[in-house]
């Protein structure tokens, strides 16, 4: 079965700072992977996707991830932060006939200092 | 377009008491599932649903019923609500194929006392 690992549940940055979300994962085959973010009260929305080629993705609201399977990682950055950006963000992989399965990481909390 | 669409927002139910969470898709959308949120845990999948007529078992199903009758409305059932189904529920649907995207409602939240 695949997992997905988010190291850190709480990261504090300052608006302006660059930022890092790690993301591992297990699964046997190639995975879909994704990231997705929630803001408060509301669902989660879809920052970026990779399934296959480059390995570099870019998102919306400037988000990019890397795809590295030595690694087994795919690890979302961001030049730099914007206080609007604080918010809670899942790493996801899908598995199963045409990835029916989505399973999602424990969640990272970012806070955006002023 | 009103997407994804749950309700209620907020429900509180004794333990031994039985509800659905409502949800509803205007996307033509094949692909329907439930999750639920706690803290800590991520999202954990309940059951999902590939079309009208087919559901199956997620990571979480104990205690929970669905059923797919249309193409819009993927209602979950709890039967005998216990403490333990205290939690955030999500609602998420997606064209057919792995490669489309979720979307999702705005959540119901359940406390059972």
């Known amino acids: 079965a695949q997992s997905v690992t988010q190291p850190d549940i709480h990261i504090t940055v300052s608006e302006g700072a660059s930022l890092e979300l790690r993301c591992n994962y297990s699964y046997g085959a190639t995975p879909y992977l994704f990231w997705y973010v929630q803001s408060p009260g509301q669902g989660l929305q879809l920052l970026l996707k990779y399934f296959s080629g480059d390995t570099l993705v870019q998102g919306i609201k400037g988000f990019e991830a890397e795809f590295k399977r030595s690694q087994s990682s795919f690890n979302l950055r961001k030049p730099s932060v914007h206080w609007s950006d604080a918010a809670e963000y899942f790493c996801?992989?899908?598995?199963?006939?045409?990835?029916?399965?989505?399973?999602f990481g424990e969640g990272t909390q970012l806070t955006v200092n002023p | 377009n009103a997407g994804v669409t749950q309700t209620p927002k907020f429900q509180v139910l004794k333990t031994g008491q039985s509800m659905t969470l409502q949800c509803a898709q205007d996307?033509?959308?094949?692909?329907m599932s439930w999750y639920r949120q706690d803290p800590g845990m991520g999202l954990r999948l309940i059951h999902y649903?590939?079309?009208?007529?087919?559901?199956d078992q997620g990571e979480v199903p104990n205690g929970y019923n669905v059923s797919r009758s249309t193409t819009e409305d993927f209602p979950l059932r709890l039967l005998s609500a216990a403490p333990s189904q205290t939690s955030v529920y999500f609602c998420a649907s997606r064209l057919q194929g792995a490669r489309a995207p979720l979307h999702f409602g705005n959540g119901t939240r359940l406390t059972v006392t």
């Open positions: 996801a992989v899908g598995a199963g006939t045409s990835g029916s399965r989505l399973t």
């Open positions: 649903s590939v079309g009208a007529g087919i559901t």
């Open positions: 996307m033509n959308h094949e692909y």
